[in-house]
Nanobody, 127 residues
């Protein structure tokens, strides 16, 4: 059984930066790809970014490309989402998830494909 815990959310102003972390326990993280999603009130959970199990391949949603960076440290069983130039539209609860199997767009953009999820952390960006 894997448990994921996100941390690092908070309230920031537009243009600020924030780093959200995801810590895994219970099982080695390196066998899974990691994805980040977010969900704003009244909206569906949407894909933000993903990183392969080795860390060598990364993908981002168009809305965050160039501003957000995903990373991971398999030795520490952690992953991070670095968010720069934050905008009010980035306000949401951010979730990390673990994905097994193939690392292709059909899989890592689909939240239903993920085996494990964290509890989420709130990120609020004021204008």
């Amino acid at each position: 059984q894997v448990q994921l815990v996100e941390s690092g959310g908070g309230l920031v102003q537009a243009g600020d930066s924030l780093r959200v972390s995801c810590a895994a326990s219970g099982r080695i993280l390196s066998g899974y790809h990691m994805g980040w999603f977010r969900q704003a009130p009244g909206k569906e959970r949407e894909f933000v970014g993903a990183i392969s199990y080795s860390g060598s391949i990364k993908y981002y949603a168009e809305s965050v490309k160039g501003r957000f960076t995903v990373s991971r440290d398999n030795a520490k069983n952690t992953g991070e989402l670095q968010m720069n130039s934050l905008e009010p539209e980035d306000t949401a609860v951010y979730y990390c998830g673990l994905l097994g199997g193939l690392f292709d767009r059909t899989s890592f953009t689909n939240s239903a494909k993920y085996a494990y999820w964290g509890q989420g952390t709130q990120v609020t960006v004021s204008s």
